[in-house]
């Protein structure tokens, strides 16, 4: 199964190392290092942005600079507000969040250049107020004190002591980020980050999970300010904070990998050492940030982190060869029936209720889409029962996929209605009518390419997998069972589709019809009451097709599900579907049983051929 958040032995190691060396080195170097690892936390904030949801933001050096102002002058007593410690650590983390918040807000349906540059722009306006204020930074050579707090009544005027303070912060940072992860919130935004649409097709909200990880970020910048403020005993220049800073930020993630919280640590730690082990090649850190720059992009997302478990890999190789073939022979003869028995039993348990019999699943009336002077769809009307497997086809530029899209609520329309389960939900969002069960895939698959197939699949069980966020980052067991259900039920549908021999294997590395079945299920693993697939057998062979539609028509029957079915190789659709509809030309040209619409003249004539 899935690796699950828990501690691992090279973990255990290196807290060992991070408790150990301080005794051996001086305070120089101590100092060294406690500065490294608050970068580290507005770097592990940052990877949440850009690693996660894969948005670019090059605010974040003035963002700890607001911070490390901002709290100071709320916190000294001198020149400033005399807060408590607490409060105005908190009133600063309180500010940058709402900031982000209202950041995310703005680009939420930004194209990624365009939040690249609304962040470049955020650094700018910063640069020109917050750092340019005498008041809160004392000026270019200002000497502000800001003093050290006592923790719980203890001293932390020594820099060992303050050190292990910081790494107490680091540790809890990293813990809950961990926890992050691997919940439904983690995946959540992972896959928001790949695809906004395949996202909303399992029920969650692009939106929300976008200002989600740019208020993360606000978060661990405004702690990496706070932190920075009372480590330095006089405030840093605004020199320190300008957009070279947010570029240097900007690398350790990108050259640390999207998805290494211990990378991005190693990194920090290595670009706060390098220019004081390499003085006399006068290296600062903003050439070590234009190297890292670089040399991440050279590396792909999965950046130092991907390469070191690349070479791991290779190590394991055996060892995954052996489990592929433990698990081809648990599905040979006998073995198969009772793996396909068990997986059904435990997904029947997972999986919600299917709607009764007799019901209708959706009702499309009189839809019309219009592009300008196209008429993509002309009043187009249908209906989808409950349990049915209904097909819909047509030549291309029939209107097929725009059909799917209004239904799904990807694509606004010019008029007509549209009900699931007799709720109307024509002006409801994409991921409310996942909520509701509908749920899709796309012609080419959406895949996660850098995750395994086991978080690809898991990032579908959103809606199922609910325990709080709350209980999720507190560790609560009853947070996580869901989660271990969720894992559970992956599994079980992995084997069914044939898939749980490339469970830990990067998705983008895997044949195209494994990608395939990996999006089909996800999808899945969301509960939808109603399924609606566009082209499943788009790119494969008739072989490879052929055997797709029988998994599909398996999973229907086995798993009462109702399925909307778009699909160019008309024979495997006249074989499986009970109904289905022929589009031309954005009209409903014929609709009937497999036998009928083959005997239709129209259909015919505009469609298959009079053979």
Not at 529 to 536: A, N, T, V
Not at 577 to 606: K, M, T
Request: proline content about 5%; overall charge positive.
């Amino acid at each position: 199964m899935r690796d699950r958040p828990t501690p691992r032995l090279p973990h255990l190691l290196l807290a060992a190392v991070a408790l150990g060396w301080v005794f051996a080195f001086a305070n120089y170097w101590i100092f060294i290092v406690t500065a490294a690892l608050v970068t580290a936390i507005a770097a592990l904030g940052l990877m949440v942005v850009v690693g996660w949801n894969r948005e670019i933001s090059l605010a974040h050096g003035a963002l700890v600079g607001t911070a490390v102002y901002w709290f100071s002058y709320l916190y000294r007593g001198r020149g400033g507000w005399g807060w408590p410690f607490l409060a105005a650590a908190t009133a600063t983390v309180l500010t940058l969040a709402a900031l982000m918040a209202l950041v995310s807000l703005i680009c939420v349906k930004l194209p990624g250049i365009y939040v690249m540059v609304l962040t470049l722009g955020l650094q700018m306006l910063l640069d020109q107020t917050v750092l340019a204020s005498a008041t809160l930074t004392g000026g270019v050579l200002g000497d502000i004190k800001t003093p050290r707090p006592r923790v719980f009544g203890l001293s932390v005027e020594s820099d060992r002591g303050f050190y292990f303070l910081i790494l107490a912060c680091l540790a809890i940072v990293f813990l809950l980020l961990r926890r992050l992860r691997f919940s439904r919130y983690g995946r959540g935004m992972l896959l928001v980050g790949t695809s906004r649409h395949a996202a909303a097709a399992v029920g969650i909200s692009p939106w929300r999970y976008k200002m989600f990880a740019f208020v993360i970020s606000g978060v661990l910048a405004a702690l990496a300010g706070v932190l920075s403020a009372i480590l330095f005993r006089s405030v840093p220049p605004p020199g320190n904070y300008t957009t070279l800073a947010s570029l240097s930020l900007l690398a350790i993630p990108v050259l640390a990998g999207f998805d290494s919280r211990v990378a991005v640590i190693a990194v920090a730690v290595g670009f706060g050492l390098a220019p004081q082990g390499l003085e006399r090649f006068h290296i600062n850190v903003f050439v070590l940030g234009g190297v890292g720059v670089v040399a991440g992009i050279l590396l792909g997302a999965r950046g130092l982190a991907g390469r070191v478990a690349g070479l791991s890999q290779r190590f394991r190789r055996h060892d995954v060869a052996v489990r592929r073939l433990a698990r081809l022979e648990a599905r040979s003869g006998d073995a198969e029936v009772t793996v396909k028995e068990r997986a059904l039993a435990t997904l029947h348990r997972y999986l919600p209720a299917p709607p009764s019999a007799g019901g209708v699943a959706l009702q499309v009336t009189d839809i019309a889409v219009r592009f300008g002077g196209v008429h993509a769809l002309q009043g187009v009307s249908l209906t989808v029962p409950s349990g049915s497997f209904v097909g819909l086809i047509g030549p291309n530029g029939a209107g097929k996929t725009t059909l799917f899209d209004v239904v799904s609520g990807l694509q606004r329309h010019d008029r007509g209605t549209v009900c699931l389960f007799e709720e109307d939900v024509t002006s409801c969002p994409a991921w409310h009518r996942s909520r509701l069960g509908l749920t899709r895939t796309f012609q080419t698959p959406r895949v996660m390419p850098d995750l395994s197939v086991a978080d690809n699949l898991l990032a579908g069980s959103y809606l199922r997998a609910d325990g709080g966020l709350i209980g999720t980052l507190a560790g609560w067991p009853g947070a996580w069972r869901p989660v271990r259900r969720a894992e559970e039920a992956a599994w079980a549908l992995a084997q069914l589709l044939e898939i749980d021999l490339y469970w830990e294997e990067p998705a983008g590395s895997l044949h195209f019809s494994v990608r395939r079945r990996v999006e089909i299920g996800r999808v899945i693993l969301s509960g939808p009451r109603l399924l609606l697939l566009d082209e499943p057998g788009a790119g494969l062979d008739p072989v490879s097709t052929a055997k797709l539609f029988q998994l599909i028509k398996e999973l229907h029957e086995s798993l009462a599900l109702t399925v909307l079915l778009v699909e160019h190789y008309v024979p495997v659709v006249l074989d499986t579907c009970d109904v289905i509809h022929v589009l031309d030309e954005g009209r409903i040209l014929a609709s009937g049983a497999p036998d009928d619409i083959v005997l239709h003249a129209g259909v015919q004539d505009r469609y298959l051929g009079c053979r």
